[in-house]
């Protein structure tokens, strides 16, 4: 798995203001956690989720690989889905990365698109395209395309600009580009766009939650009808996909890779263009805005469900799933870092932190809830889980690189005193970068049942109220529009992420 790295830049953590500035952040956070942690609904409402738990882990542990239906057709239509619709997003984020400095309207355009899940476009073009290949490609390359704007812009300002000024005047921008600047860029776009290929993986399995037929429809299915064995044969499946990715993966395959991937991904659906302009134009907009008719807009927003208190459990949960995945972070990477510990417990922790980041927070909440019953538990779990996993695999690399500067110290001091003040800022600032990805999952934990805003958007689709469910995805995207902004302000500044961006 390609990630970045945390690289510290110079005076990282050269005065005691800085330390107790993210002391600060950080109790503050921990408690207004812990003041609105009584307005959170974590009641456990199922009787035996012991029990449970053990037969799902019999079903890991003794997978019944026979009983798996054409394993390689799904497996094969996931990475059909996956690279096809990161091709996409990338060919359709490049040319916006070149503006996305220069344009205010590109930028709020890629934050909107971006700050809806996957899940979320997948439900909004099954109405018009069906369970087809089309509906999954469109719902990771709009996305995609608005990430790849993003994070290509970053890393095309980072390039020095040397280069590009020695050249003479007389040369062109377009030739610029071209030869000076990116041939020094590529190592990092290559890597950020293979990185964003396994992304595109696990949110290929996840749209089978939404009936398209990758892996994670048949995942589902087992789950939910008490299959464990055959779930815990699909689970393997996916985490030896995710792990041989650097083989099968690999830059020289990639073309074959996509040849038949169009073959896998046939038939293609014939679609409607009257039915397509209808659904665009009209059935997602309030006829009341169609028509100009002011004061029946205003009628039909007061039709609408009191919105409240999904947007405030989807705050809330977004909240303790951030906080949730610091304290997660901070338990679990001196379990991977080679500074602790012996070999045979390092790799017990690294294999668990791969785990867990590798599992979707949508899965794990779906295992989750099948032990814990319908409340905001499960989705608490699943988002601290895979995020605070992600973000200590991260600071444990980081972490490896440290010389210690009091090698006789012992364990428990080298952590306090040397190594924790080293790193912590660098933890703090992935959080925040994880803000924004926290809030998006959390929306579609919705999708199963909990009582955030996704649980509204999706019970609109279902009944085929279109201009609803498209007015609560524009409410969503605000959100996390504006958890992001803040999560920008209160980064560290001390605290560079500048390897790769790969933890949006």
Not at 182 to 189: D, G
Not at 344 to 365: H, N
Not at 384 to 407: E, K, Q, W, Y
Request: with cysteine.
């Amino acid at each position: 798995m390609t990630t970045a790295g945390l690289t510290p830049r110079p005076g990282w953590l050269t005065g005691q203001s800085t330390g107790l500035r993210l002391a600060r952040h950080s109790l503050v956070l921990v408690a207004l956690a812990v003041v609105l942690l009584p307005l959170a609904d974590l009641s456990v409402l199922t009787r035996d989720p012991w029990g449970e738990l053990a037969r799902m882990a019999r079903g890991l542990a003794w997978p019944a690989w026979g009983t798996v239906e054409s394993p390689m057709e799904a497996i094969g239509l996931t990475v059909a889905v996956a690279l096809w619709g990161t091709l996409g997003g990338m060919v359709l984020g490049f040319p916006l990365a070149l503006l996305f400095a220069r344009s205010r309207l590109v930028r709020a355009g890629c934050a909107f698109v971006r700050a809806i899940h996957e899940l979320f476009w997948a439900l909004l073009f099954l109405q018009v395209f069906g369970l087809s290949p089309t509906t999954a490609l469109m719902a990771l390359a709009i996305p995609y395309a608005g990430i790849f704007a993003k994070v290509y812009a970053e890393i095309l300002e980072q390039i020095p600009g040397a280069p590009r000024d020695a050249l003479s005047p007389d040369v062109g921008r377009l030739s610029r580009f071209v030869y000076a600047e990116l041939p020094l860029a590529w190592t990092r776009l290559s890597a950020y766009t293979r990185y964003r290929f396994e992304c595109a993986l696990r949110a290929s399995v996840l749209l089978g939650f939404v009936g398209l037929p990758t892996l994670g429809f048949q995942l589902e299915t087992a789950f939910r009808e008490g299959r464990y064995h055959e779930a815990g044969a699909l689970l393997w499946l996916f985490y030896l996909l995710i792990a041989s990715l650097p083989w099968w993966g690999h830059r020289r395959l990639i073309p074959l890779l996509a040849v038949g991937g169009v073959f896998l991904l046939a038939p293609w659906p014939e679609v409607n263009g009257g039915l397509l302009w209808r659904f665009v134009s009209q059935d997602i907009w309030p006829p009341a805005l169609l028509e100009g008719d002011w004061r029946g807009l205003i009628d039909w927003l007061a039709k609408i469900p009191d919105l409240g208190p999904a947007i405030g459990n989807t705050l809330l949960l977004g909240l303790l799933g951030s906080v949730g995945s610091l304290l997660v972070a901070l338990a679990l990477w001196p379990l991977a870092c080679r500074q602790f510990g012996y070999p045979a417990t390092r790799f017990a922790g690294r294999s668990l932190l791969l785990f867990l980041r590798s599992t979707p927070e949508l899965m794990l909440a779906f295992v989750f809830l099948l032990l814990l019953g319908p409340s905001l538990l499960p989705a608490w779990l699943a988002l601290s889980l895979h995020n605070g996993a992600l973000i200590a695999f991260l600071v444990a690399r980081h972490a490896d690189a440290v010389t210690p500067g009091m090698p006789d110290a012992t364990g428990a001091g080298r952590l306090a005193y040397e190594l924790l003040p080293r790193i912590y800022p660098g933890m703090l600032a992935l959080l925040y970068y994880r803000a924004e990805v926290i809030l998006r999952e959390t929306a579609i934990l919705g999708m199963l049942g909990v009582a955030t805003l996704g649980y509204y958007i999706d019970a609109n689709f279902e009944y085929l109220l279109f201009d609803v469910a498209f007015f609560l995805l524009l409410v969503t995207a605000l959100l996390n529009i504006a958890v992001d902004a803040l999560s920008r302000r209160l980064r560290p500044r001390e605290a560079a992420i500048i390897d790769d961006p790969c933890q949006r």
